[in-house]
C-alpha cells in the first residue's frame, strides 16, 4: 500500500513553509559582524551509483539526486520527492547575516519547532553533530499532518559553509508506510550538497 496523493501534496505544503522558515532568528538585538568567506563553486564527491548531479540556481545548491526521485525549485526552496512519495525533502539556502551569526545546532531545533501545518506542539530531539564537509547539526521527531492525520517521521538538517551559507535540510517520511531506503537516499543527498554563488 502507498501514501495516497493528497497526503503528498499535504507534506510538500509542511516542507514549503519550512523552507521560509527555516533560517534566522527574530527577537535578536543585535547581529554580531560577520567575517564574510568568498563562496566558490565547490565540485560534488563521488556520487553513489545512479545519482546523477542536480544544480539549483535559486539557491546556489548543487548535490547528487537518487534515481527515480524529481526535483524543482519551490519559492526559496528546492523539493525533492521519492518515486512512491513516502518521503519527501525540501532544500534551503539562506546567506544573511542572521543566519550566519546563530547557532546551527540551535537552528536545527528551532526550525523543526517551527514546522507549520501539524496537530499540536512539535517536539524535537536535543540537536546532534552529522558529519559533513560543512558544519552539521540535526534534530529529529515526530508529527501528524493537519489536514491529513497522517502520522510522520521528520528531521531537520542544517549545514554552516563558514562565513558563507547556511543550508537547511527538511525530511518527512511517512510514518505509516515506512521507507527507510529513501530516508537514507535523502540523507545521501545532504551528504553531497555542496554550495556555490547564486545564478
Known amino acids: ?6 497526503q ?3 507534506i510538500l505544503a509542511v516542507l514549503v513553509a519550512a523552507g521560509f522558515a527555516a533560517c534566522g532568528s527574530d527577537g ?11 563562496e ?25 539526486r537518487p534515481p527515480g526521485w524529481k526535483a524543482r525549485p519551490r ?9 512512491d512519495k513516502l518521503v519527501v525533502m525540501s532544500l534551503a539556502a539562506d546567506r544573511s547575516d ?9 537552528l536545527a531545533v528551532e526550525t523543526f519547532a517551527a514546522l507549520e501545518g501539524y496537530e499540536g506542539k512539535l517536539d524535537p530531539s536535543e540537536p546532534r553533530p552529522l558529519k559533513h564537509r560543512y558544519e552539521g547539526f540535526q534534530a529529529r521527531g515526530e508529527g501528524v499532518a493537519g ?14 559553509r563558514e562565513g558563507a551559507t547556511v543550508v537547511t535540510a527538511v525530511i518527512a517520511e511517512n510514518a505509516k508506510e515506512k521507507a527507510p531506503e529513501e530516508v537514507e537516499q535523502a540523507l545521501e543527498v545532504v551528504r553531497t550538497l555542496r554550495t556555490r554563488p547564486v545564478g
Do not use: C, K
Open 40 to 64: 566558490t563553486a565547490e565540485e560534488l564527491p563521488r556520487l553513489p551509483r545512479g545519482y546523477e548531479r542536480y544544480s539549483s540556481r535559486v539557491n546556489g545548491l548543487v548535490f547528487g
Open 75 to 83: 519559492g526559496i526552496a528546492t523539493l525533492l520527492t521519492a518515486p
Open 8 to 10: 503528498a501534496t499535504a
Open 147 to 160: 489536514s491529513t492525520g497522517v502520522p510522520q517521521r521528520l528531521r531537520v538538517i542544517v549545514l554552516e
Open 1 to 6: 500500500m502507498r501514501v495516497h496523493a493528497r
Open 98 to 106: 542572521d543566519a550566519l551569526a546563530a547557532d546551527p545546532r540551535n
Open 28 to 38: 535578536a538585538p543585535s547581529v554580531p559582524e560577520i567575517e564574510r568567506l568568498p
